[in-house]
């Protein structure tokens, strides 16, 4: 049973526009929610993490969304950069399980 | 301060081989990791650690073994490799309150079992 899904498994964006990735979770007992960013053969690298208890997290050009009536989270990127080409996962946890559960990953490509 | 780091980088093994990845971090975190990533699948949890000595089963653990002898070293075991561990294993690790903080990750392992 996935718990995290990430039903776009890819997206084009034009430079300087907006990305928006989209995650879903089934586990209403997440705490804490986390984008990571993924370049070809090098591992996963955070990105920015959200609360339970937040609606809203802002980190220069990355803000994440999260709407818990409709498990439901994003990542906006503005404006998008060519270097933001990569795959994108979405992860989340929860108080005192101690791991973080990986959605399947966007991949991202922005065009110049 | 390396951070995450993992032996080997490469692998290719023959059905029914062994062998053991291993993971070192030196950030003095409690907890740490064993993924992989397959095509389509995203990244899953093998078998994970919180602390020295300790080792739990995470969504994928069959076919494979760990130990934490050591807090800063994480060995993932394959006793009898399979054609379906075909892979890149990573290893992560993060404090003691993972959290909004994050794991740190390794570089990667890619694994090919013929």
């Known amino acids: 049973d996935q718990q995290v899904k990430q039903n776009s498994p890819s997206l084009s964006v034009q430079e300087g526009r907006i990305s928006i990735l989209n995650c879903d979770y089934t586990?209403?007992?997440?705490?804490?929610f986390l984008w990571y960013k993924k370049y070809p053969a090098e591992g996963p690298t955070f990105l920015i993490s959200?609360?339970?208890?937040?609606d809203k997290n802002e980190d220069g050009r990355f803000t994440v969304f999260l709407n818990k009536s409709a498990k439901h989270l994003s990542l906006h990127i503005v404006p998008s950069q060519p270097g933001d080409s990569a795959v994108y996962f979405c992860?989340?946890?929860?108080?005192?399980?101690?791991?973080?559960?990986f959605g399947t990953g966007t991949r991202l490509k922005v065009l110049a | 301060n390396a951070g995450v780091t993992q032996t080997p980088k490469f692998r290719v093994l023959k059905t029914g081989q062994s062998m053991t990845l291993l993971c070192a971090q030196d950030?003095?975190?409690?907890?740490m990791y064993w993924y992989r990533q397959d095509p389509g699948m995203g990244l899953r949890l093998i078998h994970y650690?919180?602390?020295?000595?300790?080792?739990a089963k995470g969504e994928v653990p069959d076919g494979y073994n760990v130990s934490r002898l050591k807090k800063q070293n994480f060995l993932l075991g394959l006793e009898s490799a399979a054609p379906s561990q075909t892979s890149v294993y990573f290893c992560?690790?993060?404090?003691?309150?993972?959290?909004?903080?994050?794991?740190?990750f390794g570089p990667g392992t890619r694994l090919t079992v013929l």
């Open positions: 992860a989340a946890s929860a108080e005192g399980t101690y791991k973080y559960i």
């Open positions: 586990n209403s007992m997440f705490d804490y």
């Open positions: 650690s919180v602390g020295e000595g300790t080792t």
């Open positions: 959200i609360s339970s208890i937040k």
């Open positions: 992560a690790s993060s404090p003691i309150t993972p959290g909004l903080a994050g794991a740190r």
């Open positions: 950030m003095n975190h409690e907890y």
